[in-house]
Structures are given as C-alpha cells and as structure tokens.
C-alpha cells in the first residue's frame, strides 16, 4: 500500500486581497441580525463566544442557532433575523470553557467543552423549541473534555476528538454509537499506526470530518490521515499528507459534495492558506492551490457547500470563496464580523470563530468572540443553493414520507433527467439518472429529516425540499 508524504510545491497563491488595500466592511453579504450580551462572563477580557451549529425544524419550519459561550449554551430561533430571539439557555455543566462544540442528529444537540474545568457530554431534545429544550443526558463517563466531535448520520455514529477521559488520559479519537440517539454507546477508538518501537506516528485527532465511514483526520503537526472506518474491527489507514507548503498546526477539513476534493487549513503560526487537494485517487492526493483572505489572516473553520467555501477567520470575520474552479479559488464575498477592522494587529486569536451555512434559508450564520451571533443573508450570486427553477412543479409523494417515495415531472422527457439529494450540510447523498418521467426513490439507511431534492434536465432544474419522518 502506498502513503503518500510528499507533495510538489509548485503551486501558486490564489484567491487573496493585499491587506492595507481599500475594502468595505462587507461584500455581497448582508447583516440580517444580530444578538449579543457584553455582559456576560468573558476570558482574557474579550472572549464570550465560540462555536455554533444550527437545527431546523422540518415541521414547523423554523430556523434555530445553537451557540456556546464561556458560561452556558444558548439555543436561538433565528426564523425572522430581524427579531433573534433567545429561547433557552442551558448550564454547559462547566464555567469559564475556551471551546464548545455541538453537533446536530435528527432532533437531538450534542454538545461538549474544552479548556477549562471539567464538563461532560450533553445531549438536548429540541422538539420543544421555540418554548423549551429537554435534556435527556448528561454523563462524563464517556467524556469529561472535548475538544470537538463530528456526527455521520448515515451510519448513525459520533466520532469525539482528543477525548479527556473521566478515568485519567486523553484517547485521540473515540467512536460512539448513535442507535439510541439518547443513550450513546462507546463503540471503539480509533488505532493510530506505529512505528517499530510501538510509539503512535500522533496521539490527538484535533478535528476529523467523516463521510461513508472514511474519516479525514487533522492531527495538528502532522497533518491529514485518512482512515477506512466501515469495519471498525479492521481499521485501514490509507494515505497520510504531511508535507505541504504552508505546513502548520493542521486544524479541520471539508470535502466537496462529490468527494473528489479536500480543503483543509492550518491554525498555527498566523497567515497560513487554506489548501484544497486533489483526492480522485486517495493513495496520490495532488495539491491544487492554496488561497487566503489577506496575507496574515488565520483561517479558523472552513466548510465546503456546494461549489463555494464558508470560512471563519478570526480577525478578519465570514469570507466566501468560490470554488466553481478548485484550481483557482477566487473571494466572492465577506463581512468583518469584528467590531473594529482592519485590526490593530492579527496576534493571537480574536474575532470571527464559526460558521455554518446549511439552514434551508440559504443564509449564513456566525460567531464572533467578542461580537455575538449574526445572521447573514449572501448575494443570490454567491449562495449554494440552486438558482433555476421551473414554475410548474414537480410532484413528491408522500412528503413527508418513511423510507421511500415517487418523484413525478411534469413534462415529457426527450433526454435522461439527472437527480441528486442533498442534506442540509450540501452533502450529495444519491445521485442517479432516469429515464423516465416518474420513479421511486429508498432511503433506508437515511436518519429523520430534511433533504434537498434536486431534479435536472435540458428544460431547466427543479427544487423540492423532502421530509424523511
């Protein structure tokens, strides 16, 4: 088997805006609303936020945020932008909490916390908002430190990053099992290779994203590693890449919704580029470009939905990237979350730290450390969401539906209709041809839900938001 170590340098810079250069507060991004609390405790006399994750409720059809701060988690609807309004606030079972994470299943919030005094794994049932959330667990016999975790909903699993055990050590990454979302269970952890001695080549997976059980991990110094996962008793690791330009302290990756590129970035030192590769074949992944806002600006989270990338960076706030091209990423939009811009200095880490983009509202959503939560409307020219469509719609029945259902157009085919499904974080879970005007489609293996049906053919496209019970 081949691992691949070394990666040609002759790449060129994309995609970047000379710092010192007249720029306005934003471009092609809209501030739709904004909700904060300055007085809230704060670290290091400026941080209040970190993460966030967003829910949307399929049958009442409302937007929520569920945000962290040092103290507590806060869980936001976000349905009018205009109006936030704060609808629950939960003790995050620690205080004074440099990092929080959450990640979303089905109807259920799973939350974690890092830096600070112990905590536990949290999960909340938020069938109940706008009026309330319910917590149905709270344990630290799994984990009482976090760094960050990542839910495959397909194959219904948890997967918990440098995971601080309650009984003494960290485990790099630990895998739990989602079948009763509200009683999760430890289902293995990940085998790190080794060298002759026996030592691990790493001991943290400081992110990791995961699709169809292959999981892409970020393990801080020393790059990406990329394991098979689907027989957790037969883990394979199948390619690493550990030397790039740019090399830092490797902090999170994407892939495209067709699993063909990876983009990953690099926190440490300050200024480093978001790279993408090339991963068609996993065992020779090929650097494609690397690309940046302004030259000393750290990218913090990047997250590829559709043809564009949605990144934080914390002092220079929510950058959007496109990537029709993954050659040659170019800035198709920004807005400077933090209050002051351009900084005084981009030392430390301050400012914007996560966003997500994947309500079925299209608009983006972010935290500022100092500055709060803003909701964010992009230019129709720069959103993932699909622009064509056909006044006379398509016919989805049932919808909602359990686990199958036809799909009818409505017009004569004269060449092969191409349809993809999509969850709500852009991921292209089915894609097909048919060859006729009605079919059937099973989503067994598929969690309860929202999805984006997609429907293409020489006509024009068609659009169907579908609900799996």
């Known amino acids: 088997m081949k691992h691949v170590f070394k990666i040609a340098f002759g790449i060129i ?28 405790p704060k670290l290091n006399g400026y941080q209040i936020w970190s993460d966030l994750t967003t829910y949307y409720d399929s049958l009442n059809k409302r937007e929520y945020v569920i945000a962290g701060s040092t103290d507590s988690i806060y ?44 905590g536990s794994l949290q999960v909340f049932d938020m069938r109940y908002l706008p009026d309330s959330v319910h917590k149905v667990y709270d344990s630290d016999s799994l984990a009482f430190n976090t760094h960050s975790i990542f839910i495959e909903a397909k194959s219904k ?41 026996g030592a691990p080549y790493f001991r943290n997976v400081h992110e990791v994203f995961v699709k169809n059980d292959t999981a892409y991990c970020s393990v801080e110094y020393h790059g990406i590693w990329i394991f098979d996962l689907r027989d957790l008793n037969k883990q394979r690791w199948l390619t690493a890449i550990r030397e790039y330009p740019e090399n830092g302290y490797n902090h999170s990756s994407s892939l495209d919704p067709t699993g063909r590129y990876l983009m990953f970035t690099d926190e440490i030192p ?56 993954p050659a040659e990423p170019i800035v198709a939009g920004y807005y400077h979350t933090p209050a002051t811009w351009p900084p005084e200095s981009y030392d430390g880490y301050k400012g914007c730290w996560g966003v997500n983009t994947w309500l079925p509202s299209g608009n983006i959503v972010a935290t500022d450390m100092t500055e709060g939560i803003f909701v964010l409307k992009p230019d129709p020219s720069i959103t993932h969401l699909p622009k064509t469509k056909l006044p006379q719609p398509i016919s989805v029945f049932p919808n909602p539906f359990t686990n199958q259902f036809q799909t009818s157009i409505p017009i004569k085919l004269s060449n092969p209709a ?5 969850n709500l974080r852009g991921e292209l879970l089915l894609q097909k041809i048919s060859l006729e005007p009605t079919f059937e489609t099973e989503t067994n293996d598929w969690p309860a839900g929202i999805y984006t049906l997609q429907v293409q053919t020489l006509d024009g496209v068609w659009v169907q938001k579908i609900i799996k019970q």
């Not at 191409?418 to 999509?422: A, E, L, N, R, T």
């Open 13 to 40: 810079l994309v995609g970047y805006s000379l710092l010192g250069s007249a720029q306005s507060v934003s471009k092609n991004i809209e501030l739709l609303g904004k909700w904060n609390n300055p007085q809230l």
């Open 75 to 118: 869980f936001f609807d976000i349905t009018n932008p205009a109006n936030i309004v704060l609808c629950a606030v939960e003790s995050g079972n620690s205080r004074g909490m440099v990092n929080r994470d959450f990640e979303c299943y089905s109807h259920y919030v799973y939350c974690v916390s890092d830096n600070g005094a112990r």
């Open 157 to 197: 699993r948890l997967y918990m990053c440098i995971n601080r055990l309650s009984s003494g050590g960290v485990a790099g990454m630990d895998i739990l099992s989602l079948e009763n979302p509200e009683k999760p269970k430890w289902v293995s952890r990940l085998k790190v290779p080794t060298f002759g001695d």
């Open 270 to 325: 300050k200024g480093m580029a978001i790279k993408i590769f090339d991963i068609q074949n996993i065992f020779e992944p090929k650097l494609l470009s690397l690309f940046r806002s302004n030259p000393v600006a750290t990218a913090h989270n990047a997250h590829w939905v559709g043809n564009f990338a949605y990144v934080s960076y914390y002092h220079d706030g929510v950058y959007v990237f496109d990537l029709s091209n």
């Open 418 to 422: 191409q349809i993809k499904i999509h």
